[in-house]
């Protein structure tokens, strides 16, 4: 009898779920739905393919700031984008000491104010094929179609590709990214 109302506990709660992540159109970010009625920090800290992210932005001290009503537009670089940095620079980073230089990079990732893709790609339009968004750390990033793909170029040349576009949050939008951007 208890292995049954334990079975159907878990089964209550995986249907609850299903119905949670169906009735808010979730997108799946690093094996977690993303629900829309979440901000962008209690969605980003189920990722598996954003620790390192989830990591610095604690140790930046922006959690509050991103669970503030925005609202804001994140490019999300994964683990993986982290790992293409060189070596050691992500440890450096999160020491203590580098906080400042940490926190501008993520500022960087940020953008005020909700752009989806096809706000984006609107803009790119109107810019005859490039458009440029300030970010948060008051730096530019520039949007660009690469064939099927956005990509987004920073300061210092680098390009990264938007890889999962459209993770709508409670205080904003999320667009996964490839590489890391850096300002200059």
């Known amino acids: 009898?208890?292995?049954?109302k334990m079975l159907l506990l878990a089964a209550s709660v995986f249907v609850s779920v299903a119905v949670?992540?169906?009735?808010?159109?979730?997108?799946?970010?690093?094996?977690?739905?993303?629900?829309?009625s979440k901000d962008i920090v209690s969605n980003a800290v189920n990722s598996k393919d954003?620790?390192?992210l989830v990591a610095a932005v604690k140790a930046a001290g922006l959690v509050e700031t991103l669970q503030t009503a925005g609202p804001f537009t994140v490019l999300a670089p994964t683990n993986a984008a982290?790992?293409?940095?060189?070596?050691?620079t992500v440890s450096s980073l999160l020491q203590p000491e580098n906080k400042t230089m940490l926190t501008t990079i993520l500022t960087y990732h940020v953008v005020p104010g909700a752009?989806?893709?096809a706000d984006i790609e609107g803009l790119i339009k109107k810019g005859n094929g490039k458009?440029?968004?300030?970010?948060?750390?008051?730096?530019?990033?520039?949007?660009?179609?690469?064939?099927?793909?956005?990509?987004?170029?920073?300061?210092?040349?680098?390009?990264a590709y938007i890889t999962i576009k459209d993770v709508?949050?409670?205080?904003?939008?999320?667009h996964v990214i490839d590489h890391v951007l850096i300002p200059a």
């Open 20 to 36: 949670q992540a169906q009735k808010e159109k979730t997108v799946e970010v690093g094996g977690a739905a993303m629900y829309p």
């Open 168 to 174: 709508y949050q409670s205080n904003g939008v999320i």
């Open 50 to 52: 954003h620790t390192t």
């Open 1 to 4: 009898m208890k292995k049954l």
């Open 131 to 159: 458009a440029m968004l300030k970010t948060v750390s008051g730096d530019k990033l520039w949007f660009y179609h690469d064939g099927k793909k956005i990509a987004v170029k920073d300061e210092k040349g680098g390009v």
């Open 82 to 88: 982290f790992d293409l940095l060189p070596k050691g």
């Open 115 to 117: 752009y989806s893709i």
